[in-house]
Each structure stands twice: as structure tokens, then as C-alpha cells.
């Protein structure tokens, strides 16, 4: 099962890998930030194609290192905006119109909001420094109404050192990058089939504890219907 997941991962990742290193190549900079802010925006457009291209043409001298990490990172960061933008406006609708059907209550967002209350520099920090999860990390704080300055500095800050991992690999790499592109991947299908186990293991938790509550509720229900019953009872004639 797992091998079948990441097989098909593969599929669909690896012509919109092709798409990055081709735009990557014919725009330079231009291309490294028209990939990089949908990146950072809900499409998942792999950022290692991006960046370890982008460490080859520093390779070349094609511009300089820290030309495109500034870049990809300030690209990262518009991305995140439109992300925030959704969540941040889209949380009424998220209730109201939408709730229901994704089964998601007030206490939901409240728990959100707790969470990035107290950790919410920090998860949008290191979540930035992981694949996949980087990608999507916006949108809840926006949901959260994380302080935009302060979501807007860490997502940079998380972003440089990721942008300048990738770029001095594929620097590194030269020639040999698109191996080391390919090796990256698996990093890629790691992290995929963590988010997949986790998100099988809430859904198994909610269905058991929705299970126990209808339970609960029916026995609840159940003992009311016989307490009134016998509150209700004539009494029984004196002898």
C-alpha cells in the first residue's frame, strides 16, 4: 500500500518538477519567483526542483547566491499572504456555509486560535523548514488571525534557511544536481506518508469517539425515557 502511494507521489510530482526546472531555467530569477510564490500559496510546486536549479546557475555564475535565496524567500512570502488572505477572511464562511459538512464547530477554531496563541511564532517557523507542510502552514494561521507582522517575520525567517539549504546543495552538486533532486524526493514521500498516517489516525480517533458519544448519548437518552416513566406511574392503591 505504501509503495503504491508513493509510486503514484511520483507520478504526479515529477511533470510539474520538469515544469519547475524549465521555467527555473529560461526566467533566472524571474522564474525562481513566479514558482515560489504559488509554493507558498496551496500548490505544491516542489521547491527542491526550484532551488537545487537554482544552486546549479549560481554554480554557472548565473547570479549570486544570496540573489536567489533573497528571492526565493521574499517569493515564499507573498505566496504565504495569499494563503493567510484565505484563512484570514475565509473563517465566517468556514463556519457558517461550510461547517457543517466539514465538520468543524466553533470549538474548533477556538482550539485553533489557543494553539497559535501560545506556539504560533514557533509552528510557522520550523513548519516552513519542512517539505510539504510549508506549503500549507499559511492558511491556518490566516484561520487563526495570527498578528500579520508577526506571521509575516517568521515565515521569512523560516523561509532563508531552507531556500539556502537547497540553493548550496545544488551548488554543490553542479552538474550532478538533478541526482541529488531525485534523492531529495524520497524526503518528499517521507513526509507525504506522515501526513497521510496522521491524518488516518484523527479520522480513526474522531469516528471512535463519535461512536462512544452516540453510545452515551442513546444509554443517556435511554435512562431519561425510564426516569420519566416512572415519575409518571400512578402510585400504587393504599391496602
Not at 554554480?59 to 544570496?66: A, E, I, K, P, V
Not at 482550539?111 to 519542512?130: Q, S
Not at 538533478?178 to 496522521?198: F, G, P, Q, R
Request: proline share 5%; net charge positive.
Amino acid at each position: 500500500m505504501l509503495l503504491a502511494v508513493t509510486l503514484l507521489f511520483a507520478s504526479i510530482t515529477d511533470p510539474i518538477v520538469n515544469f519547475a526546472v524549465d521555467v527555473t531555467e529560461k526566467l533566472g530569477l524571474w522564474g525562481i519567483f513566479i514558482l515560489m510564490v504559488p509554493e507558498s500559496a496551496l500548490i505544491p510546486i516542489p521547491s527542491e526542483a526550484t532551488m537545487l536549479f537554482a544552486g546549479f546557475n549560481v554554480s554557472r555564475g548565473t547570479y549570486t547566491l544570496w540573489q536567489a535565496v533573497l528571492v526565493g524567500s521574499i517569493a515564499n512570502v507573498v505566496g504565504s499572504w495569499i494563503a493567510y488572505a484565505i484563512g484570514y477572511f475565509g473563517r465566517i464562511d468556514l463556519i457558517e456555509k461550510h461547517g457543517r459538512k466539514l465538520h468543524i464547530q466553533p470549538h474548533h477554531l477556538q482550539l485553533t486560535d489557543r494553539w497559535f496563541e501560545r506556539h504560533g511564532a514557533a509552528t510557522v517557523f520550523w513548519a516552513r523548514c519542512l517539505p510539504i507542510v510549508r506549503t500549507f502552514i499559511s492558511l491556518p494561521a490566516g484561520v487563526a488571525k495570527m498578528p500579520f507582522w508577526k506571521f509575516t517575520a517568521y515565515t521569512f525567517a523560516g523561509c532563508v534557511p531552507w531556500m539556502l539549504m537547497l540553493t548550496l546543495i545544488g551548488r554543490a552538486a553542479g552538474d550532478n544536481w538533478e541526482n541529488w533532486k531525485d534523492n531529495l524526493h524520497y524526503v518528499d514521500y517521507a513526509m507525504a506518508l506522515a501526513i497521510l498516517a496522521a491524518i488516518a489516525y484523527l479520522v480513526i480517533t474522531w469516528w471512535r469517539r463519535r461512536g462512544r458519544t452516540s453510545a452515551t448519548d442513546a444509554q443517556d437518552a435511554a435512562n431519561s425515557v425510564a426516569t420519566h416513566s416512572g415519575a409518571a406511574a400512578p402510585d400504587a392503591p393504599k391496602s
